[in-house]
């Protein structure tokens, strides 16, 4: 895989030569080359103005996790049959805290994924200002049709495993794809019963009457929807009045979707893995939460119960014309083709609210064409930002209101996208925002790194 822009060769050698390290040392994990590429693109002006990153060799040692941690997870169904699943826990890297990120449940899960994971939550992390360094985990079990007894049972042996590497100074797991409130209050259960302690900062995403912070479930869509609206006012505009297209239907999805329509913008379109629906006079958030959080249906479900909006099966939901999209499902589902027809739509911004959905190829065509783009590792970064604030509050055995939990994570959207807007410009690329959040999340880390010594 070669540089998003491999014909030049104005790149820092140091960044080449720590590129083709993991290359050769990853061979078979192109999700986590992928994410380590995109970083490195962006560094070789910190490096060229800090070339003890390159002597103490900061880029290499950041790139390897401190820790990967694989075992296996058995566990019985209902029918009394034993099933094996590979957990996973990488602890990429504690320079400034210890290691915070969500664990996911899918049959899609392997220790690359899991290590672009823990790499974009690092640099997302140190983001945040909040002190915490990066790591994350999951299994390829699939909760998909499993009882709710089956999920325990798979939950109780995968923490069986796991607390051993936990705690609230080591290492703080929260929910993502597939873990949800449900999966988290099983997994505490089991490390409580293990540990013999209601240590109720080792994990994060808890039921709101059991140490759960208000927001959190809003959390990463509002984020990213606050951090779009800062950036565009930072361009003289606002959401108000917008057009608006975002992928997915999830938890990140539908607070995006609600979120804009809070700041004056009309969501048209929204999608799942089978289609997408368009519903010009705006998406009913009402109906659309109906039929995602509790019936579980399709997207389809959403267009025959409302009489304005049209179904397409397959296809694209990025060939509906909108002035700002919100890429909200999974990595690399916004490819150069699908972004080739955002510009031509006269698309003004595009923010990940996921992980790396963005191909590089995607992002050079949106930043050619001088589309605001805000990566996930700032835009998404309201998930992790208020699972600390969750662990403020169990610190001082607390709660706070919805409204407190929101103006909290608004402020810390805030910051985040004011340390990336000062990083480009720093570097001379005013409204990069995707070289602005890797130097400023590079530079936090590696001083940190050499800061603490050679470990």
């Known amino acids: 895989m070669p540089f998003s822009n491999g014909d030049r060769e104005d790149h820092h050698p140091g960044v080449r030569s720590a590129y083709e390290h993991v290359a050769r040392r990853n061979p078979d994990e192109p999700e986590f080359q992928q994410a380590v590429l995109e970083v490195l693109d962006s560094l070789s002006p910190a490096l060229s103005r800090h070339p003890e990153y390159a002597t103490e ?30 957990g996973f826990r990488v602890e990429f890297n504690s320079a400034l805290g210890p290691y915070k990120g969500g664990l996911r449940f899918h049959p899609g899960v392997n220790l690359g994924v899991v290590k672009f994971l823990g790499f974009e939550q690092t640099f997302k992390n140190a983001l945040t200002g909040m002190g915490i360094g990066g790591g994350k985990g999951g299994s390829d079990f699939d909760p998909k049709g499993r009882s709710a007894t089956e999920i325990e049972r798979f939950c109780q042996s995968f923490m ?20 949800g409130t449900r999966e988290i209050g099983y997994l505490f259960g089991q490390y409580r019963r293990l540990s013999n302690r209601w240590e109720a900062g080792v994990i994060t995403g808890k039921g709101l009457d059991w140490g759960g912070s208000a927001v959190r479930t809003e959390a990463t869509g509002y984020g990213a929807v606050l951090f779009t609206q800062r950036m565009l006012e930072r361009n003289d505009r606002g959401l108000d009045g917008m057009r608006v297209v975002v992928s997915g239907s999830g938890n990140v999805a539908i607070y995006a979707v609600e979120k804009a329509q809070q700041l004056g913008a009309t969501v048209v379109a929204c999608s799942d893995s089978t289609g997408y629906v368009v519903d010009d006079k705006g998406i009913d958030l009402d109906l659309i939460k109906q039929v995602k959080e509790v019936e579980r249906g399709r997207i389809s479900d959403y267009a025959q119960r409302r009489d304005d909006a049209r179904f397409v099966e397959g296809g694209s939901v990025w060939d509906v014309p909108c002035e700002v999209a919100l890429p909200s499902a999974t990595q690399n589902e916004l490819g150069a083709e699908a972004a080739r027809t955002l510009v031509d739509n006269g698309v003004l911004a595009v923010a990940e609210g996921a992980n790396m959905p963005t191909t590089p190829e995607a992002v050079k065509v949106l930043r050619d064409a001088g589309v605001l783009f805000a990566p996930g590792k700032a835009a998404n970064a309201g998930g992790v930002a208020t699972s600390v604030l969750e662990m403020r509050q169990n610190a001082r055995r607390t709660s706070w209101s919805f409204e407190h939990a929101e103006s909290e994570l608004a402020e810390t959207m805030a910051g985040i996208h004011d340390r990336c807007e000062e990083a480009a410009e720093r570097h001379g690329a005013r409204g990069d925002y995707v070289l602005g959040a890797n130097v400023a999340g590079f530079e936090m880390v590696a001083d940190a790194m050499l800061a603490q010594g050679l470990i």
Do not use: S
């Open 160 to 179: 069986t495993e796991l607390h051993r590497h936990l705690g609230e100074y080591t290492d703080i797991p929260a929910g993502d794809i597939g873990v």
């Open 57 to 86: 060799r900061v880029l290499e040692r950041l790139c390897e996790p401190e820790r990967q941690i694989i075992f296996r997870v058995p566990w019985r169904d209902d029918q009394g049959r034993v099933h094996v699943n590979r």
